[in-house]
């Protein structure tokens, strides 16, 4: 082979090297790999909003026996929440639900309706002075407390993760990726009613 036919073959492979190294900078560039990675982060985000409120569906049966020394009233209370807790652990989220607000909706009302009972069934046992001398019940407020904080810290972390995400899939140029993909936003957790994602305030009542 001639100096020249070598030469030439030289610049045909570092012609070749340099289309696939600009295609591979033009596809990151364009969101094909960030919006993937970013939309699974955002589902496990997910995993962690609906494992944080299944432990506090959890401690529900707990509460089931606390209130038997309570009073018919209570009862009726505790009824009220083990409907909304089986309400609540019946609606399951899949990460391609994350995209259906109708859905997500649903699932905050569930999960709303179960935080304003457990709510009010804890603010009825404060009527109970031996109640709350009980060491089980002091120990489930605590949990519930820590339960609670944990799904509000859960939720922000998902809507930071699905801001950053939706960023991605709205503006140029990345935006050019997930319609490659058929990347559609994801749906924020917002609850129903107001503050129904926060915890119940439980201070002050030890």
């Given at each position: 082979?001639?100096?020249?036919?070598?030469?030439?073959?030289?610049?045909?492979r570092l012609g070749r090297f340099a289309i696939v190294t600009l295609a591979a900078m033009s596809l990151t560039a364009c969101g094909?790999?960030?919006?993937?990675?970013?939309?699974?982060a955002a589902k496990a985000k997910w995993a962690d909003v609906e494992a944080a409120f299944q432990e506090r569906a959890n401690l529900v049966p707990n509460l089931a026996a606390v209130a038997k020394g309570?009073?018919?009233?209570?009862?009726?209370?505790?009824?009220?929440?083990?409907?909304?807790?089986?309400?609540?652990?019946?609606?399951?989220i899949s990460g391609d639900d994350l995209q259906d607000p109708a859905k997500m909706e649903q699932f905050a009302a569930a999960q709303g309706q179960l935080s304003q009972g457990l709510g009010r069934l804890m603010a009825s046992f404060e009527a109970y002075?031996?109640?709350?001398?009980?060491?089980?019940?002091q120990m489930l407020q605590s949990q519930l407390e820590g339960q609670e904080n944990r799904i509000r810290i859960a939720i922000r972390d998902y809507n930071a993760s699905v801001q950053d995400y939706n960023t991605?899939?709205?503006?140029?140029?990345?935006?050019?990726?997930?319609?490659?993909?058929?990347?559609?936003?994801?749906?924020p957790y917002k609850a129903v009613t107001?503050?129904?994602?926060?915890?119940p305030s439980l201070e002050g009542k030890m």
């Open positions: 082979m001639s100096a020249s036919n070598t030469q030439r073959g030289l610049i045909s094909f790999n960030s919006v993937p990675t970013k939309q699974e309570a009073a018919e009233q209570e009862k009726e209370i505790l009824t009220g929440v083990i409907e909304a807790r089986a309400k609540a652990t019946s609606i399951q002075p031996d109640l709350k001398s009980i060491t089980n019940y991605e899939v709205r503006t140029f140029p990345t935006m050019i990726g997930a319609r490659l993909r058929g990347a559609d936003p994801l749906v107001p503050g129904a994602e926060v915890a």
